[in-house]
């Protein structure tokens, strides 16, 4: 909880710092105080730097202890005569509400539907509903890196002649209007959450069109994400699993009159496979999906198995362009697939599949898991795994419980505030970009841990993330717009530039912190500064330069709002029924807010 002087940041009297006085928490609605301690704060470890000398914070931190508290209420750690943090809540639905806060982030991008009261203060109508039917890859990946797929999709796409499709689903991402196959990865961690807790979710717990339908919510936000791929599955039980176009659309391109042209991609072995995997796990998870979703699972199954890889030659700018399909089914969206069906049909065929490509899936999983996500078997497990199969799951499971143990010690040693990240001396600690250091995507780890051991030192480190995520660092600011009392008010979102509303939609969570500077960031922001801006501490690295710094002010639904909801979702308490709070209005101007 950062201290600041007793009349607001920035405005009073700083303490020194040296955590030498007693301290006490305060209601903040009586101004009683309800608890004291004449110890003074203990200091935490010392403040990590850079091989370059870099700080990390710039700061001593401190920590005292005050869990004997557990009344309800809103309160704040003062310091006599040096300061007071900001006000924090107790709350059993503290948790909930910051779920919501995250799912709400969902909703405003999902595409295909008019976002509309009494669901939204942020309006906007329907976008990119109609879509060709294209003839470039789902994969993105095997082609030539001199050239670019908007190209491809431009030049072999018959905009005039070709099916129309009328595909209703699917999210945005911050600055683009496409649906991506790393989409499927929202799917997958909230059905996952789903049923390792289903207790904490319900129909009517959101601000959604679907809260009455019987269905629990959090499963409804998830099947958002698969219905424009079911009714634009092909005829031979393809699904193609990216609707793509020719570029990317300007800063004032509202979504629901955007005049760019759209296609879905030709199916491939690889997407028809996620596809089966997510429709099958879906399915699992409720009856009406599994009515809805199954055979078309089994179909996209059947195309996946029964198609060969194949390679196409592309006309791109006159000149003959080879896309090349992987040879091989990706492993983990393979054995995903089988166990569901499995599952769901009793046949055997499918684990019989993978028994037999056991060898190359070891090999790929040894070699690749640490870019599966770490959910990516959760909701499975939940059921149990196929015995054939005992080896395999028993391998994963403790490679996520391994990796947990080292995100323990992180928290507990490597920074001041107890982040989730790769300590000063580690290889991998600059790689925190595009959202990677988010202590809520960090926390998939713990909470697959929790999961496989039932141990509370994970759930408890899975708070002290959420806590990082919710105004615990060195900003003092919650991650996430409409979060709490202080959030991020800009950030690089195509709608929030043009829908007449000052405040930029709630429950978007920009990427942040990047460990280097970018060159845009110096220049602007430091007047080139290299020197002294170096000298910067790494986690307030926190420059607003939307577009000018992508890897620090755009987002993605996949990689930064759903894996939130997801965690935050697994914090709440079990049968908790707390009804929808009403809704403030936007801000009129920025300076509204704190």
Known sequence: LPIWGERGMGNGERGTGNGERGWELVDAKTGNMVYSSAERPVLRVRDGVTKEGVPFTGEETYEMDFSSVTNEGSYFVRIPDVGRSATFRIAADAAEEAFRVHMGGLYQKRCGIAKEEPHTHWTAGACHVEVVRGTFASDEGKLSPQVKWFDVIRDNTDWEHGEKLHLVGGWHDAADYDRRPMHLNIVNDLCAVY???????????LAIPENANGIPDILDE???????LLAGQQPDGGVGTWIESVGHPGPGNVAEKDDMKYALAQATRRSSIMYAAHAALLARCHPTFRDKYLESAKRAWDFALRERPRSVVYKVKGANVMWEEDPDLPAGYFVKAAVNLHALTGEKRSIDEIVRDMDRIDRDRG?????????LFAGERTFGYPKELESFFQTWDSGKVRTANEILEQIETAYAYR????????????????????PLVRAHYLVAAHQITGEQKYLDAISIANDFHNGCNPQGTTLTSGLGEVY???????????????????????YRWTYTLPGRYLEMIWGADKQRAGKWPIWRRWGNLESQTVAASEYTVWETIAPAAAVTGYLISPDA?????????PAQLLSDLP
């Open 222 to 228: 998830a099947e958002w994400g698969l219905r424009h």
């Open 488 to 510: 991020p008010v800009t950030f690089l979102d195509l709608p929030s530039y043009v829908d007449d509303i000052a405040e930029y939609v709630p429950g978007i969570t920009p």
């Open 195 to 205: 049923l390792m807790r289903p207790r904490h979710f319900r129909d009517g717990q």
């Open 577 to 585: 029924a707390t009804p929808l709070r009403p809704r403030r209005p």
């Open 419 to 438: 982040a989730p990240w790769w300590a000063p001396q580690k290889g991998w600690v600059h790689a925190m970009g595009l959202g990677h250091s988010h």
């Open 367 to 375: 070699k690749n898991a640490w870019g599966w996500i770490p959910l």
